[in-house]
């Protein structure tokens, strides 16, 4: 199939090959646009396409997918200056998911014994990060081990090797024994109704920036009561955790973002109308097709936002077949 790109976004299509001589070939289109009193306004500056399979987290030409994903970069602010805690809330149409931000701490003696987490150090800012959520990597020692009865019993050397908390394996904060916690670091972005109260404490680590491929949390998209759920498939591929990944964000959506503005400004915009669609020609039929939104990728530092369209279309390849797409602009597509 032959595209062309009859507008000034980055554009791309992405042809798969699939059962009894068909193809699958999905179109994408990005547009950036600036933020300001509550509206969005054409950036000068387009983002480009996320094509590099090599990005640790979900790519724009991810095939499997069909639900959207909302993250958001930059740091978390306090109200006040040299604060010690903060709040970050990014909500959805009538869903909210908050972080709470500490200042540096460390775990340390408690007086009755065990270990409490330190005050927290007052910060001017904390960088919304899977590095600052809950999680990591740990080194665990050479040790002999007791094998249950039904691996047969008696004692196994395990050497020395590396554990992670399958969540986030990027975080900080995740400890196998007490003494080896003591003054290690903990989670600076932590969930609010999951705070930390002890070393072993295992709680959901939470983030609005992309999520890592790799995470554990996808899980919970296809993992239910024990058992799989195949349903659940075209969520693995979404860019946000499941916290902030939406069956669909219809247009008119609102989506506002607090806590990570300097000053206490907020980001609000409602989701526009598709600015493109497709015209497919596939030979003696046509069809124009209407993307959905994909993926809403709020830069914080910038004000700006970048929305992902997705659409697909289908077809059997037929010998000397004419095949063509063109993307073109909507009645809703931003002027200026």
Not at 44 to 67: I, N, T, W
Not at 161 to 186: I, Q, S, V
Not at 230 to 243: I, W
Not at 291 to 304: H, N, S
Request: glycine letters at 8%.
């Amino acid at each position: 199939m032959r595209f062309w790109n009859d507008t000034p976004l980055p554009a791309a299509m992405i042809p798969n090959a699939e059962e009894d001589d068909r193809v699958t070939a999905i179109f994408l289109a990005a547009i950036t646009y600036r933020i300001a009193g509550g509206r969005l306004a054409l950036a000068p500056a387009q983002r480009p396409l996320l094509l590099d399979p090599e990005l640790p987290y979900p790519h724009d030409g991810m095939l499997q997918k069909s639900v959207a994903s909302v993250c958001a970069t930059g740091f978390v602010y306090p109200k006040e200056a040299r604060a010690r805690e903060a709040t970050a809330v990014l909500r959805v149409g009538d869903r909210d998911a908050a972080i709470v931000a500490y200042g540096p701490r460390v775990w340390q003696r408690a007086l009755g014994g065990g270990l409490t987490p330190s005050a927290p150090l007052a910060f001017e800012r904390v960088e919304m990060s899977w590095q600052n959520a809950y999680g990591g990597v740990v080194q665990e020692p050479a040790r002999v081990v007791r094998l249950d009865e039904e691996d047969g019993g008696g004692e196994a050397f395990l050497p020395e090797h590396e554990g992670g908390y399958p969540h986030n394996f990027e975080g900080k904060g995740f400890a196998t024994d007490a003494a080896r916690a003591l003054d290690r670091p903990l989670p600076q972005l932590e969930h609010p109704e999951q705070l930390i109260r002890r070393w072993d404490d295992r709680p959901e680590p939470v983030c609005f920036a992309p999520y890592p491929l790799w995470g554990g949390l996808r899980a919970a998209s296809v993992w239910h009561d024990q058992q799989f759920d195949p349903g659940g498939t075209s969520k693995l591929t979404s860019r946000a955790a499941p916290r902030t990944t939406f069956d669909a964000i219809p247009p008119g959506t609102r989506i506002a973002l607090f806590g990570m503005r300097p000053g206490g400004e907020a980001l609000v915009f409602e989701a526009p109308a598709p600015p493109v669609a497709v015209a497919v020609a596939v030979g003696g039929t046509s069809e124009r097709i209407v993307p959905a939104l994909d993926a809403v990728d709020i830069d914080a530092e910038a004000a700006e936002v970048r929305l992902l369209w997705r659409m697909s279309v289908s077809y059997g390849l037929v010998q000397l077949e004419h095949r063509r797409a063109r993307l073109e602009a909507t009645e809703d597509f931003p002027r200026g």
